[in-house]
Every structure is written in structure tokens, then in C-alpha cells.
């Protein structure tokens, strides 16, 4: 949607802002605007209920068309690469443990005849509980969206004080609550716009600048589209950046130039959009040609568990040799694995492999990992090695030497499984004779 389409003198920033400020117009007791803080929340617990248990049409429906915010801030999350494993989940639930919480409290206040729970002392007692949370600073890592965020915070808050000092003075709400309550008024004014009416039922003739209203909405839900491109482009431009540093160390770097181009046209566009999930994919396919990029091919078939181990397997490599400690366990089992599926799928010539190897510190983070953790974790099953006498540790050497790769230590098991591996499944694929009397199979 264009900016053109919105017949307003005023920025969409300034559109967007109506926030908590229509509630204030009600003229009806505080007790009423409680109930309506209340109703927010509410919408804003099911709405996580439903985003963890993956149910998208209902999630959709909770902040509105193409709003989904919290799915955008999930993206970008991942495609930044502050939130691993389970941390996000976490520190989702425990927001939506807080707001829970919060509801019950605002719930015995709206029954409640006692005047101290109606003060602003009252409802700060009961808010406090979702006030306290903060995102984590470095999600706001991208320029654009820290600015977005920022103009977006500081105008809450100023509504929040100015419309409704008597009940919410100096309560700031908490960015999470706070960007999902902004999906949530967005609904609401969806809703005016579909049916007529607003969310509590008054009729659209009762509620002033109702066409505003609904410019309004158009306006934040082009925003929030933006915020969306944005975490998508974001992701994108990760990867690339990746395997541009990739493609330097490498001396590929006309290979880099070919993968560029795709990225570069998409930003170009004269209509910012979003590439679909296809698109982006093809553009990956491209990142194949790159060595140590195989990963992304191979592990990209799950939106985010895949951003996830690419984006931790590059993080290792940046730092070095892994030591891991126990939470670390399973990772470098993923980072195996992903290598050994692809020595099975054949997608790269032995040559490339011990050319990563050599290059990024596999070698010293797989010896790091089988040091620490022999004997070696149930759920990795290593494949069953031959007998290696002289003779085919000479040939291995002389192989290695061949391809640059420096074989002073074989060292441990897991390191010869590899080296083993590629030369068994991939001399025959590339026409030339194995130097192993025996063939590796998967036990």
C-alpha cells in the first residue's frame, strides 16, 4: 500500500498515533476503561496461545490482516541471532504468564467496590506485573526499526500520560505488550470498518472521525507490513553478508558477485516487497556455489530452526574453537550431522569439503567437541570405520597433502570418521578409486 492512498497532510507516524487516546474519549467511569485495558489483555493472551500452538489464521485474526507483529519481531529476532534454542519461547511464555496474570488482577478490580483498587495506585499495583519486562536491547539492532520503535515508544507514552494521567500516569507499558496492544487497536479498528461498530459494541455513527479511524488503521497496517520487509530484508542481508565474508576468504569473490546481484534487484524495486518464502529459496540456491554455504542448502527446509543453526554454525566459526559445555551439547551434533547429510547427498566434491575444514576451524571444533564429549552422545551414531592399516593412513595423507590440507594429527575418531567418509563416498562419485578396502555404511 502507498502513502499516496491516505488523504492526510499528517505523517503515517502521526496517523498511526490514536492509541489508548480513543479509550479516554469514552465518557464512561474509569471502571469502564479498565474493563477496556482488560479486554485488551485478554485478546493479547490469546493471541499467544494461539502463535504457540502455531494456529496462524486464529493469530492473524487477534491483531490483524498482514499485522502480525509478533511474527516480524520473531524473524528478525532469529535473523539477528540474539535468540537460540529455546530462550524465545521462553522468554515468551514468561511475558504471556505475566499478562495472564495481569487479566486476573484486572478482572478482581472491575468487580471490586473498594474505591482504593479505582486509583492510580491501585491499577499500578495491578499492572505492575507486565510494566517490568523489556526486550532485549540488541533486537533493535536495525537502524530503521530502532527508529520506528523508538518514535512509536515515546508517542505511546506521551498519550499514555496526556489521555490518561488520572488512571495510567507515568505507566509505561513494556515494548512487547505495547507493540501487541498496538496490533490489538488495530483490530479493533478493523472491526469498526467491517461491521459497523467498534469492539464494544457502540454503533460507528457514535464514534467521531470514524473515517479517520479507518485511515488510520490502513496506515499502521502499512507499517506494519514495513516492519515485516524490513525483518525479512534483514534476514536476507545476513545471509549475504556471510557468505560475502565466505567468498573473501575464499577467493570466490566472482562467485559473490553472481550471488549479489538477485539481492541487490530485490532492493532496487521500485515497490518494496517482501520475497516469498520460493523467492528466497531460490535465492539461497545460489549461496550453493560457495563452500562452506552447503549448510544453508541443506539445512533450509524449517523457516527458523534453520536461521537458527546457520546463524550459530557461522558464530562458531567466527569465534574459534568450540569448547562446548553441556547446554552446548547438541549443537555441534547438529553442525555434524548437517556435514555428514551432506557427504551422504553427494552435493560437493571432497575437495570443498576439506577446503572448509581447513579454512574455518572445523577440524579444531570437532576435536574440541569429541575431547570433551567421548563417548560420543546417543542420538549421533557414527559411521562404522574399516580397519585403517599404514597404508591407507599413507594415502590419506598423500590425498589431504594433495588438497592442501594440513594432516599432522589424525587425532580422535570422529575427526578419521570424517576424512574416512569423504574419500569412501565421494572418489567413486568423482570416478576415482577409493583407498579403503572396505566401504563405509551407516550403522
Request: proline letters at 4%; charged letters at 25%.
Given at each position: 500500500?502507498?502513502?499516496?492512498?491516505?488523504?492526510?497532510?499528517?505523517?503515517?507516524?502521526?496517523?498511526?498515533?490514536?492509541?489508548?487516546?480513543?479509550?479516554?474519549?469514552?465518557?464512561?467511569?474509569?471502571?469502564?476503561?479498565?474493563?477496556?485495558?482488560?479486554?485488551?489483555?485478554?485478546?493479547?493472551?490469546?493471541?499467544?496461545?494461539?502463535?504457540?500452538?502455531?494456529?496462524?489464521?486464529?493469530?492473524?485474526?487477534?491483531?490483524?490482516?498482514?499485522?502480525?507483529?509478533?511474527?516480524?519481531?520473531?524473524?528478525?529476532?532469529?535473523?539477528?541471532?540474539?535468540?537460540?534454542?529455546?530462550?524465545?519461547?521462553?522468554?515468551?511464555?514468561?511475558?504471556?504468564?505475566?499478562?495472564?496474570?495481569?487479566?486476573?488482577?484486572?478482572?478482581?478490580?472491575?468487580?471490586?467496590?473498594?474505591?482504593?483498587?479505582?486509583?492510580?495506585?491501585?491499577?499500578?499495583?495491578?499492572?505492575?506485573?507486565?510494566?517490568?519486562?523489556?526486550?532485549?536491547?540488541?533486537?533493535?539492532?536495525?537502524?530503521?526499526?530502532?527508529?520506528?520503535?523508538?518514535?512509536?515508544?515515546?508517542?505511546?507514552?506521551?498519550?499514555?500520560?496526556?489521555?490518561?494521567?488520572?488512571?495510567?500516569?507515568?505507566?509505561?507499558?513494556?515494548?512487547?505488550?505495547?507493540?501487541?496492544?498496538?496490533?490489538?487497536?488495530?483490530?479493533?479498528?478493523?472491526?469498526?470498518?467491517?461491521?459497523?461498530?467498534?469492539?464494544?459494541?457502540?454503533?460507528?455513527?457514535?464514534?467521531?472521525?470514524?473515517?479517520?479511524?479507518?485511515?488510520?488503521?490502513?496506515?499502521?497496517?502499512?507499517?506494519?507490513?514495513?516492519?515485516?520487509?524490513?525483518?525479512?530484508?534483514?534476514?536476507?542481508?545476513?545471509?549475504?553478508?556471510?557468505?560475502?565474508?565466505?567468498?573473501?576468504?575464499?577467493a570466490q569473490v566472482a562467485?559473490?558477485?553472481?550471488?549479489?546481484?538477485?539481492?541487490?534487484?530485490?532492493?532496487?524495486?521500485?515497490?518494496?516487497?517482501?520475497?516469498?518464502?520460493?523467492?528466497?529459496?531460490?535465492?539461497?540456491?545460489?549461496?550453493?556455489?560457495?563452500?562452506?554455504?552447503?549448510?544453508?542448502?541443506?539445512?533450509?527446509?524449517?523457516?527458523?530452526?534453520?536461521?537458527?543453526?546457520?546463524?550459530?554454525?557461522?558464530?562458531?566459526?567466527?569465534?574459534?574453537?568450540?569448547?562446548?559445555?553441556?547446554?552446548?551439547?547438541?549443537?555441534?551434533?547438529?553442525?555434524?550431522?548437517?556435514?555428514?547429510?551432506?557427504?551422504?547427498?553427494?552435493?560437493?566434491p571432497e575437495a570443498k569439503?576439506?577446503?572448509?575444514?581447513?579454512?574455518?576451524g572445523l577440524e579444531k571444533?570437532?576435536?574440541?567437541?569429541?575431547?570433551?564429549?567421548?563417548?560420543?552422545?546417543?542420538?549421533?551414531?557414527?559411521?562404522?570405520?574399516?580397519?585403517?592399516?599404514?597404508?591407507?593412513?599413507?594415502?590419506?595423507?598423500?590425498?589431504?597433502?594433495?588438497?592442501?590440507?594440513?594432516?599432522?594429527?589424525?587425532?580422535?575418531?570422529?575427526?578419521?570418521?570424517?576424512?574416512?567418509?569423504?574419500?569412501?563416498?565421494?572418489?567413486?562419485?568423482?570416478?576415482?578409486?577409493?583407498?579403503?578396502?572396505?566401504?563405509?555404511?551407516?550403522?
Amino acid at each position: 500500500m502507498s502513502t499516496g492512498s491516505i488523504r492526510s497532510s499528517k505523517t503515517p507516524l502521526e496517523i498511526f498515533d490514536f492509541s489508548l487516546e480513543e479509550f479516554a474519549r469514552h465518557p464512561e467511569s474509569q471502571a469502564t476503561k479498565i474493563e477496556q485495558y482488560r479486554v485488551l489483555l485478554k485478546i493479547t493472551s490469546e493471541a499467544f496461545d494461539n502463535f504457540f500452538q502455531k494456529k496462524w489464521s486464529a493469530f492473524d485474526g487477534l491483531v490483524g490482516e498482514n499485522g502480525c507483529h509478533l511474527r516480524a519481531w520473531k524473524v528478525l529476532e532469529l535473523a539477528q541471532a540474539y535468540i537460540l534454542d529455546s530462550s524465545y519461547a521462553s522468554h515468551m511464555n514468561k511475558i504471556a504468564q505475566k499478562i495472564k496474570t495481569a487479566i486476573s488482577q484486572l478482572e478482581m478490580l472491575t468487580k471490586s467496590n473498594d474505591k482504593y483498587v479505582q486509583s492510580y495506585e491501585g491499577i499500578q499495583h495491578a499492572c505492575r506485573k507486565i510494566t517490568s519486562l523489556r526486550l532485549p536491547p540488541e533486537i533493535l539492532d536495525s537502524d530503521e526499526i530502532k527508529d520506528i520503535s523508538e518514535q512509536i515508544s515515546k508517542k505511546i507514552n506521551e498519550i499514555n500520560y496526556r489521555a490518561l494521567k488520572e488512571i495510567f500516569k507515568d505507566l509505561l507499558m513494556d515494548q512487547d505488550v505495547e507493540f501487541l496492544i498496538y496490533s490489538y487497536l488495530l483490530t479493533i479498528c478493523r472491526d469498526w470498518e467491517k461491521n459497523g461498530c467498534d469492539a464494544f459494541g457502540h454503533p460507528a455513527s457514535q464514534v467521531s472521525n470514524f473515517h479517520l479511524l479507518k485511515t488510520k488503521y490502513k496506515c499502521g497496517k502499512m507499517m506494519a507490513e514495513k516492519l515485516i520487509l524490513v525483518a525479512q530484508r534483514n534476514l536476507a542481508q545476513l545471509s549475504l553478508n556471510y557468505v560475502q565474508e565466505i567468498a573473501r576468504r575464499t577467493a570466490q569473490v566472482a562467485l559473490y558477485k553472481r550471488l549479489q546481484e538477485p539481492f541487490i534487484l530485490w532492493n532496487e524495486r521500485k515497490v518494496p516487497r517482501a520475497p516469498c518464502y520460493d523467492e528466497f529459496n531460490a535465492l539461497l540456491i545460489h549461496a550453493k556455489q560457495v563452500s562452506i554455504s552447503f549448510l544453508v542448502s541443506v539445512a533450509y527446509r524449517d523457516e527458523f530452526e534453520t536461521v537458527q543453526k546457520i546463524v550459530w554454525f557461522f558464530q562458531t566459526l567466527d569465534r574459534g574453537p568450540l569448547i562446548p559445555s553441556k547446554q552446548d551439547f547438541k549443537k555441534p551434533v547438529i553442525v555434524l550431522d548437517a556435514i555428514s547429510h551432506i557427504t551422504e547427498d553427494r552435493l560437493y566434491p571432497e575437495a570443498k569439503v576439506l577446503f572448509a575444514i581447513q579454512k574455518f576451524g572445523l577440524e579444531k571444533m570437532i576435536l574440541s567437541f569429541a575431547a570433551q564429549h567421548e563417548p560420543y552422545p546417543k542420538n549421533w551414531a557414527p559411521r562404522a570405520l574399516p580397519h585403517l592399516d599404514d597404508k591407507d593412513i599413507k594415502m590419506l595423507k598423500a590425498f589431504a597433502h594433495e588438497q592442501g590440507f594440513s594432516y599432522e594429527n589424525p587425532g580422535t575418531f570422529l575427526l578419521k570418521h570424517i576424512y574416512c567418509d569423504i574419500l569412501t563416498n565421494y572418489l567413486p562419485w568423482l570416478g576415482r578409486k577409493s583407498p579403503f578396502k572396505t566401504s563405509l555404511k551407516v550403522t
